[in-house]
C-alpha cells in the first residue's frame, strides 16, 4: 500500500497527460494534489508541513522561472530585432559546404541558442535556417531535434541542472562533473547520428575529422566549467568551443584565403550577436568576482507521522544578484535594447509585442512548475520517494544503472521538459543510489542527460518541429527517424553507467 500511495502522483501525471490528455499545466495541478492526499492520508504529513514543503517548492520554482522568462524574453527581442536574420545569411557565407553547414546548425549552433533560451527556442530559430538553405524538411527537423539534444541539460542558462540540484541537494561539483561525463558520450553519439541522417554511415566516416577533434575540445571545455561551477553559460561556452573547433578544421581543409564580406542588414553581424556576447561576457565577470548579495528563503523542520524528519534549511534556494541567470540576461536584455531602438529596429510596439509573446510564451511553464516543484517536495519530505526507492532496489538490483537514463528520458516523455524531469525523478534517482551504495551524484547526472536526450522523441518538441517546417500532421516520419537512434543512445548511457557507477 505504501508503495503505491509512494507511486500515485507519478500516475496520476502519466494517466493525465497520456490517456486523459490533459494539458501539461492540468496534468501538474493534478499530480500535485495526489501528493498531498497520499501525503497526509498515508505517510502522516501534517497540514503544516504539507505547507511548509510546499512553500519550498516554490522557492525552487521562482529561481528556476526567473532564469526561463529572462532567456525567452530576450530571444523574443533579438528575434523582432532582425539578429537571427542577420546571424542567418553569414552563416552561408563563412561555409558553403551543404554537410559542414548542416553539422554545425544542427549539431553546435542549435545547442548555442538552448545554452540562453531553451524550451524549444533553438528548434524554432535554427529549423527555418536549415530549409532556407535548402535541406529536406523531415531530415532536417529529425536532426535539429536529436542534433542538440545533447545540450538541453545544460540549456536556459542552467535552468535544469539548478532544478535537479534542489531536489537533490548534492554538492555542485560533484553533480556538474557527473553530469559533464555523459553530456560527453551523448556530445558524440548525436554528432554521429548526425552525420548519418545527412547521408548514411559513410558520411560518419568522413564526419569523423570534425566529430573526434570538436568532442574532445568541448569535453575539455565542459570539465573545466563544470569543475568551477560555471553553470549559468556551461552551455553556451561548450557550444561555442565546438563551433570554433570546427570552423577552424573546415577553413584548414578549405584552405581559405579570400576575403570574406559579411551581411549585414540594419544590424551587422557585431551588432545581431551582441546580446549572446553580452550574456558569457558578464557570466565571466560575475563568476570571477564572485559577489554574495542576495536573497534566499528559511524553512522550518517537522517530524512526520511515520517518525521521517525533515531538517529545518535557512537561505534555501538562494538568489545571488550577480550571479544568478536573469540578472545577467536582462543586464544584456537593457544594453540590446538601448542599441536596437537607436538602430531603429525596435521601438514601443515592438517591445509591446515582446512582452506579449513572452508571456504566451511561459504562463503554461510557469503553473506547470509551480505544481511540480511542490509536488516532488512533498513526495521527498514525506518520505515517499525512499519507498518508491526501496521497492526499485528490491526489483532491479545491481543492474539499476543501466535502466537509469530511461527514467530521465521517459520523465521528458511525459512532462515534455528536461527540468520537469528532473524535478520528478531527481530526488528518486538519488534515493536509489544512495540504497544501492552508489555513486549519487553520478546517478543523478545520467539522468539530467537522459532527460535531455528524450526531447529528441518528446511529443510537444516533435509537434514544435513539424510546426515550423510546415510538416504537420506528419509526426510518424520524425518519430521513423529519431526513435531507434534516440533509445540507443540511452542505451549507450546507461551502460556507460554502470562502467562509471563500477568504478566510483
Request: hydrophobic share 55%.
Amino acid at each position: 500500500m505504501f508503495v503505491f500511495f509512494a507511486l500515485l502522483p507519478i500516475l496520476a501525471l502519466i494517466v493525465a497527460l497520456l490517456i486523459i490528455k490533459l494539458p501539461i499545466r492540468h496534468a501538474a495541478g493534478i499530480s500535485l494534489i495526489s501528493a498531498v492526499i497520499a501525503g497526509m492520508w498515508i505517510y502522516q504529513v501534517s497540514l503544516t508541513g504539507i505547507l511548509i514543503s510546499s512553500g519550498k517548492g516554490l522557492a525552487l520554482a521562482l529561481f528556476v522561472l526567473m532564469i526561463i522568462w529572462s532567456a525567452i524574453f530576450l530571444y523574443n527581442l533579438v528575434s523582432e530585432a532582425g539578429s537571427i536574420r542577420v546571424i542567418d545569411r553569414n552563416i552561408s557565407i563563412f561555409i558553403k559546404s551543404p554537410f559542414e553547414q548542416f553539422l554545425l546548425l544542427t549539431w553546435l549552433l542549435a545547442p548555442f541558442m538552448q545554452g540562453v533560451a531553451g524550451y524549444g527556442v533553438p528548434v524554432i530559430a535554427v529549423l527555418p535556417i536549415l530549409l532556407s538553405l535548402g535541406f529536406e524538411p523531415v531530415k532536417a527537423t529529425a536532426a535539429i531535434l536529436l542534433g542538440h539534444s545533447w545540450s538541453i541539460c545544460l540549456g536556459s542558462m542552467g535552468a535544469p541542472f539548478y532544478a535537479l540540484e534542489f531536489v537533490t541537494n548534492l554538492p555542485t561539483r560533484d553533480l556538474a562533473v557527473s553530469m559533464g561525463i555523459f553530456v560527453s558520450v551523448a556530445l558524440f553519439c548525436t554528432g554521429v547520428v548526425t552525420c548519418a541522417f545527412y547521408d548514411g554511415i559513410k558520411q560518419v566516416k568522413s564526419g569523423l575529422i570534425y566529430l573526434i577533434p570538436v568532442t574532445c575540445t568541448m569535453s575539455i571545455c565542459l570539465y573545466l566549467l563544470a569543475d568551477a561551477e560555471a553553470l549559468s553559460f556551461l552551455g553556451m561556452a561548450t557550444a561555442l568551443t565546438g563551433m570554433i573547433t570546427m570552423l577552424a578544421i573546415y577553413f584548414i581543409r578549405m584552405g581559405k584565403s579570400e576575403k570574406i564580406v559579411l551581411y549585414s542588414d540594419s544590424l551587422k553581424l557585431s551588432e545581431a550577436i551582441l546580446p549572446y556576447a553580452l550574456i558569457f561576457g558578464l557570466s565571466i565577470l560575475f563568476h570571477i568576482l564572485n559577489l554574495k548579495p542576495g536573497f534566499g528563503f528559511s524553512f522550518p523542520g517537522y517530524v512526520t507521522g511515520l517518525d521521517f524528519i525533515v531538517a529545518p534549511v535557512e537561505n534555501y534556494s538562494k538568489i545571488l544578484y550577480f550571479k544568478h541567470p536573469s540578472f545577467i540576461i536582462l543586464f544584456s536584455f537593457l544594453i540590446a535594447a538601448l542599441l536596437y531602438t537607436k538602430k531603429g529596429v525596435v521601438d514601443g510596439p515592438i517591445l509591446k509585442d515582446v512582452v506579449k509573446k513572452t508571456i504566451k510564451k511561459c504562463s503554461s511553464t510557469t503553473i506547470t512548475l509551480a505544481f511540480l516543484l511542490p509536488m516532488a517536495l512533498i513526495m521527498t519530505d514525506s518520505g515517499m520517494t525512499a519507498k518508491l526507492s526501496e521497492a526499485t532496489v528490491a526489483f532491479s538490483g545491481a543492474f539499476y544503472p543501466v535502466f537509469s537514463p530511461f527514467i530521465g528520458l521517459l520523465g521528458n516523455f511525459i512532462t515534455a521538459s528536461s527540468t520537469n524531469s528532473n524535478v520528478i525523478f531527481g530526488g528518486f534517482q538519488e534515493s536509489v543510489a544512495l540504497q544501492l551504495s552508489m555513486s549519487a551524484a553520478v546517478m543523478c547526472g545520467v539522468q539530467a542527460v537522459g532527460a535531455s536526450i528524450g526531447a529528441a522523441i518528446g511529443p510537444t518538441t516533435v509537434l514544435m518541429g513539424t510546426a515550423a517546417a510546415k510538416l504537420s500532421g506528419q509526426e510518424r516520419l520524425i518519430y521513423k527517424k529519431n526513435m531507434l537512434p534516440t533509445l540507443m543512445i540511452t542505451l549507450v548511457l546507461g551502460i556507460a553507467n554502470l562502467i562509471i557507477i563500477g568504478y566510483f
